[in-house]
């Protein structure tokens, strides 16, 4: 069965509560909460708003290089971040370059026993297929949950980031796919594999390039289960 994690975004810390119940309601399994869409006078108000549902969910707080909307400090962000690792949420997201500026950060997280979603994105194109497997290797050697995504600008960029799910040790929990119009059948693809633990959709509006809706993932992977039910029959 094919979860959803829904990306919650909001200005102010009650429009989270609301896109979380909504996203719950439409059949979304977990949320990843967008700390950094939130102004920071309204960050200890936002993680109030958020606690009732902190078992679903992931703490993001991304930073501009890495695609999310964090404009502070890096320091002003790190302290963010060790705060929402304190919530103890049932995930954290940490890019793999912030791991490698600031080990502390990951040791940190892993004192608290919070699973770390360790993530790493190319908004402008694909690697090599060598050179994302030798990322994911370095990757998975520092946290068995990974999410690993590019921009995809010919279908075999697509075809590269989804191979890796035939390389990858099964004991890695990996969200992998490509953003843009040709990487969009990826987002839906990398779900149906075992060891995918969710895809992203947007509540309404995409934060990512070509991010589908929760509504439009769910009906297009009813219609790719209909088609499997009707094989041989």
């Known amino acids: 069965m094919m979860k959803i994690c829904a990306s919650i975004t909001g200005t102010e810390s009650k429009e989270f509560s609301k896109s979380a119940v909504r996203a719950l309601n439409m059949g979304a399994s977990f949320l990843e909460i967008r700390f950094d869409y939130i102004a920071a006078s309204s960050f200890s108000e936002a993680l109030a708003v958020v606690r009732p549902f902190k078992a679903k969910c992931i703490y993001t707080i991304r930073r501009t290089s890495q ?3 964090f404009d502070g400090s890096e320091i002003q962000r790190l302290v963010y971040l060790k705060e929402l690792a304190s919530q103890l949420p049932m995930m954290i997201d ?18 608290l026993n919070v699973p770390m979603l360790l993530s790493w994105h190319d908004f402008r194109s694909t690697p090599s297929a060598r050179e994302l497997s030798e990322l994911l290797v370095l ?4 946290s068995k949950n990974n999410k690993l995504v590019t921009m995809a600008n010919c279908i075999e960029d697509t ?29 839906l693809l990398c779900a149906l594999q075992s060891n995918c633990p969710f895809t992203y959709a947007s509540l309404d509006r995409p934060i990512a390039p070509s991010q589908l809706t929760i509504e439009q993932m769910k009906k297009l992977h009813s219609m790719i289960t209909a088609d499997d039910s009707h094989d041989g029959g």
């Not at 990757?139 to 520092?142: A, R």
């Open 67 to 69: 695609g999310g909307k």
């Open 94 to 111: 940490v890019e793999y370059e912030t791991l490698k500026e600031c080990p502390e950060i990951g040791t940190f997280i892993k004192s």
């Open 139 to 142: 990757m998975s050697s520092l």
């Open 159 to 187: 075809l590269k980031v989804l191979s890796l799910y035939e390389t990858v040790d099964k004991s890695v929990n990996l969200v992998a796919f490509c953003m843009g119009e040709i990487g969009v059948v990826s987002r």
